[in-house]
């Protein structure tokens, strides 16, 4: 009885140890993705500065001392609206001269032609003298050219007291006033009365390197890269984002000798007025798209001592099988992955902690429920009977 212990133990020692490098052969579970090619847009994030969708100064046509600003200062006014009142005394008086030589003028050219036409059949029958009547006939038409100089000089003088009223040329928001009542101004003077700008839309004026323009102009000659969308996204000066989107306008076609870079327009929608001329942002949009981007998620990307960038795949036979890639950026959370892989390779992102180069592995779609093996026999029974 006592020598059939230890001969007992050494089965059951035996059968535990086969059960357990079983399990530890056993293959571990992953779940993996199969890469494809995507279209991703190229995205680019260049430095801007708010500009003014349109910029008018408010300069007086006529001289004299201002009586009233009929405005607000910081307000938004219409274009049309008054904004200042010059005294009109003057230009008032002028009118009333104007209509005055106006009537004599128009006077005198009656008179004038009554008398050509008088002299007219006079002169068929030789009762006055042909230089007469053609004397008679150019007063006359002297007389109209007088009442059409007096009726312009009239013209001119109800323009320049309509001057008197210093209307906004645009529909904007106006600075404060320059001047103030009392003032003494004079007709096109280099000051200005008041600036308006209009703020919605505004421009984002962004400089993109000459260099980084023509990599993009040689990438778009190439296969699978193709021109996007003039969309611009914008950052504010915070780092937040602004919630509306604006549109390229023009790329000018010249370079800046100064700075060597090429300027690129966008407009941008200003409705609550957030964005200030003056203010520096950053404008980012999409200047291509690659239509042959592999994207992997990032979780499945790790990097090595030397700082490459690694992940796993489904090898021959169910193994995982380490390969170095090669990433150029990041967009949302994948990698765009421009080597090291190629579409159709099932790249492992779930389980990648328990495994190694070469181990076997049981892959299934991500997210897939992962049943894991179980030992070979009914309920167990057939290891145990082997051990």
């Known amino acids: 009885m006592l020598l059939m212990m230890p001969l007992a133990l050494t089965l059951l020692s035996s059968c535990g140890s086969s059960e357990k490098q079983q399990q530890q052969a056993a293959p571990t579970a992953v779940g993996y993705v199969v890469v494809k090619a995507s279209s991703v847009p190229v995205e680019t994030d260049i430095p801007g500065r708010i500009s003014p969708y349109s910029v008018s100064q408010v300069r007086p046509q006529v001289s004299g001392v201002i009586q009233r600003r009929l405005f607000k200062e910081g307000s938004v006014v219409r274009a049309g609206q008054p904004l200042y009142r010059i005294d009109p005394?003057?230009?008032?008086?002028?009118?009333?001269?104007a209509q005055a030589n106006l009537q004599s003028a128009v006077a005198a050219s009656a008179a004038a032609q009554a008398k050509a036409d008088?002299?007219?059949?006079?002169?068929?029958?030789?009762?006055?003298?042909?230089?007469?009547y053609t004397d008679a006939v150019a007063a006359a038409n002297q007389a109209k050219a007088a009442v059409a100089q007096a009726r312009a000089a009239l013209q001119t003088a109800r323009i320049?007291?309509?001057f008197t009223t210093v209307p906004a040329p645009i529909t904007g928001?106006?600075?404060?006033?320059?001047?103030?009542?009392?003032a003494l101004v004079t007709a096109n003077q280099s000051d200005a009365l008041?600036?308006?700008?209009?703020?919605?839309p505004v421009y984002?004026?962004?400089q993109e390197s000459a260099d980084a323009l023509l990599k993009l102009r040689q990438s778009l000659d190439k296969n699978g890269v193709m021109p996007a969308t003039a969309s611009v996204q914008l950052k504010l000066p915070d780092g937040s984002d602004y919630g509306m989107t604006g549109r390229v306008e023009f790329t000018e076609s010249i370079v800046d000798q100064s700075t060597g870079t090429v300027t690129l327009r966008a407009r941008f929608p200003n409705p609550q007025g957030m964005l200030l001329p003056g203010m520096f942002v950053t404008g980012r949009f999409a200047q291509s798209v690659d239509t042959d981007a592999i994207l992997v998620p990032q979780q499945a990307v790790t990097h090595d001592p030397k700082g490459n960038a690694t992940l796993f795949v489904v090898g021959p036979n169910n193994k995982a099988i380490l390969k170095t890639i090669t990433t150029s950026r990041a967009v949302g959370s994948n990698w765009v992955v421009t080597g090291g892989i190629k579409p159709g390779d099932k790249v492992i992102t779930q389980g990648t902690g328990k495994i190694r180069d070469g181990a076997p592995i049981k892959a299934v779609p991500q997210n897939a429920p992962q049943t894991p093996p179980?030992?070979?026999?009914?309920?167990g029974e057939g290891a145990g009977a082997e051990g």
Do not use: E, F
Request: proline share 4%.
């Open 194 to 200: 008041a600036t308006i700008q209009q703020l919605d």
């Open 118 to 132: 008088r002299y007219k059949p006079l002169a068929k029958i030789q009762a006055v003298s042909q230089q007469d």
């Open 204 to 206: 984002v004026d962004m």
């Open 173 to 182: 928001k106006i600075s404060r006033s320059y001047s103030t009542v009392g």
């Open 374 to 379: 179980q030992p070979s026999g009914k309920n």
């Open 160 to 162: 320049n007291l309509r």
């Open 89 to 97: 005394s003057l230009y008032q008086a002028s009118v009333n001269q």
